[in-house]
């Protein structure tokens, strides 16, 4: 790359601000300009369905509100923040909005990961900017660090707690032994988890944000569809006796880490050192760890959600825009194809729960052994019926989808009486 | 402020390099440039005393190596990267740099701290900018973090570890019951420290950094003489005896805090809950805790020295200068003038060391009465002599400065064997 060469595009200055969606980030964003910003930036729209319930008396007179798209798109506006979220019918407005010369700043992770790298495209076609640093956990200047802070490392792994609800779930099922199901009801009562808790629980919340990561971080030209997903559900309160006895936790962990022509990405349960900084996040915290060649590890915390954590972030992209005169600031599009598979080589946490009878340990070890697995060590916590006993086994460093292979093929037999699970280990 | 007014400089494209001072950090700049960047950065000068001791192979033959700071002002450099540190001479190559019309990159955190304000005057007056965020906490991107990541907050207050001596030796001597001076030699011997530890121990290094930390995080106008230093040498085994009964343990904690008018600001050793990030801080890491009005507290930690690390800073701001266009992106001359003074609202831990006899309890409470000061528990572990005894009080919460007047005033009474102790308790 020739110097020079992405600074060459003229952006226009920003000033005139509409926001799209005026829920609880959209009104932190609106006080946030309102109190600290009112000489900088001018609200001029406010675009939302049924706008009369919407209309707060702390806005100024002057800003318009409006249920039609088109009066945002028509009006002489520098910059939409799109904060609406969802894939449609956000990405119509913030397309629109690129294409009638306005930049953007959305907060909006599924749109982002789903058709970010096109909306750049669109953004640079039309000379403006998409700036995103909400849509990864929240108020935590990650985006930001990743993209500037750290501009100056090759950067090989990012690994991270990306979804607070998950994480109160499983701290509930490991402090009070609750069932999941309890956990995720309680989640849902105190509006922690949505009715429909399959995003967060099942990790497609995680994964969008994943996926962001994995672009600006290791440049990954990677899809939310190739990175798999492992739901928490799976997680009982024995999961983590055991993984106590291993000095471990267990939290929903997202990491990708390029090893080669190879992308390592999943979303999944995985047992964390209690030594870790991961194992330390508490309820709605997010914290993210990258890698770097040659600074090592460094981290990144604070709240992953919220409306006025999430407003820090918009508003700091809004003031970045505006300083940045001519120089292209949106993240580019991701250059980097790699093969992606959910294949990281860590030691493993097996639980297997079978009706007991003798020979069961020997012919697992031996499927291991098939496997070329060493199993490093059996635990087995007494009080359990025969019939419904559960065991572990902990695997020494392999690959997971050997493991995953293994596990299949002692699955098939019929000592179980439920299905294997098995988790990743992180190393300390 | 105007939109738009700090971005009407016109800055020069960023492309040759020279670097001053080619030691630890300035080889693994100059290795990551020739590594990655050789196609953006061409790397003109190394500057350093004595040249022929320091030429390597691996760098481009047409490197001019000079040990005549003139040959780099007079050549067509764009960027100075100042990696010698110290004040002298290091401030006049900086002036004389950027008067040429270079901007410069520093990882000099005593020049920042005591020049930067000037040094950014002169840089915006040659149309130039300084940049510095390798200045604090090495590789971890904190200073872009507060500068940019968390632009829309409103920062009240920083709080962190940023010198690893420091925690090396308190960490020596919790886990090993070694005296301090042990702990101190044993740091000089594997090269943690320096022959003259004062810098890192008695707070100097961390509180160059708490200066640079307050002006791009609070926009405090202040300089380093104005904040506080407490030296850790006062720490003994004991200390941590007692901390741990506190469920706390020691750290040299560098913190400011914006109060109304008031900027409380101090480098000294203090007693760190368990459950805070700053208590599992290891070896060499610094961390930093940013609390931001809107946002929350925010969390950034890594390697806080180093040369790979600090090279990391010192290249992302390169990057950034390369890609700023004609945006200003040096952090500015801060504006907010405040009354320093180390003045913390606290808990505190206090340890008197007495020659036992009836009446001390008594006479320690009653002063702590006359200053309005409310005790919360009196500490004293078995097994020491009555000529030599050490117990601790835990005061509620109130003002160090009110803390520090009382103990005074006991210190007077002729029970004392050695001078009183008291230590801030950060709250959880």
């Known amino acids: 790359v020739k110097f020079g060469t992405e600074i060459s595009r003229e952006v226009a200055p920003v000033r005139k601000v509409a926001i799209a969606g005026f829920g609880t980030v959209g009104q932190a ?3 946030i300009l309102s109190e600290r910003y009112h000489e900088r930036f001018e609200l001029t729209h406010v675009f939302n369905r049924d706008v009369a319930r919407k209309r707060v008396p702390w806005l100024s ?45 959305t907060a909006n992770k599924q749109l982002i990961a789903h058709h970010g790298p096109e909306l750049i495209e669109v953004a640079q076609a039309h000379g403006q900017q998409l700036l995103f640093g909400a849509s990864v956990a929240g ?17 090989v792994a990012v690994c991270g707690i990306l979804n607070g609800t998950c994480n109160f779930i499983l701290t509930k099922v490991e402090r009070d032994g609750a069932p999941f199901s309890d956990a995720l009801a309680e989640a849902q009562q105190l509006g922690f988890a949505e009715a429909d808790s399959t995003d967060d629980v099942d990790g497609f919340d995680a994964r969008a944000k994943l996926t962001i990561l994995s672009r600006v971080a290791l440049d990954a030209a990677v ?12 997680i009982q309160s024995i999961d983590f006796e055991y993984a106590h006895d291993l000095k471990c936790t267990i939290r929903q962990i997202s990491r990708a880490e390029v090893n080669g022509h190879a992308l390592a990405a999943s979303v999944a349960p995985a047992l964390v050192p209690r ?7 508490q309820g ?7 890698t770097g060649v040659s600074g090592g590890d460094i981290v990144f915390s604070g709240a992953g959600a919220g409306g006025n954590p ?14 940045a005169n001519r120089a292209v600031i949106s993240p580019a599009r991701p250059q980097s194809s790699y ?30 052994s098939e496997h070329e697995i060493n199993i490093d060590a059996i635990l087995q916590k007494p009080g359990y019926p025969k019939t419904n006993l559960p065991f572990v086994v902990t695997l020494e460093p392999c690959k997971t989808s050997t493991v995953e292979r293994a596990v299949n093929d002692i699955a098939k037999l019929d000592f179980n009486v439920k299905a294997p699970l098995s988790l990743s280990i992180l190393p300390r």
């Open 29 to 31: 964003v609106a006080k």
């Open 61 to 105: 007179s002057l800003v318009q509100w409006t249920e039609n798209f088109d009066d945002v798109v028509a009006a002489d506006v520098d910059v939409l923040l799109e904060l609406a979220g969802g894939l449609e019918p956000a990405g119509t407005w913030v397309r629109r909005a690129l294409e009638s010369g306005k930049s953007v700043v």
């Open 139 to 155: 108020g935590v200047p990650v985006l930001s660090g990743l993209q500037q802070g750290l501009a100056g490392d090759k950067l």
């Open 223 to 234: 899809a939310p569809e190739q990175i798999a997903c492992r739901s928490i559900r799976t």
């Open 275 to 281: 030594t870790s900084p991961l194992a330390a996040v």
């Open 284 to 290: 709605g915290q997010n914290l993210v760890v990258a």
């Open 310 to 323: 999430t407003a820090v972030a918009v508003v700091s992209d809004l003031l970045a825009l505006s300083a």
């Open 339 to 368: 093969f992606v598979a959910p294949d990281f080589t860590t030691a493993h946490y097996v639980r297997f729960t079978v009706s007991d009878r003798p020979g069961i340990i020997a012919a697992i070890a031996r499927i291991f």
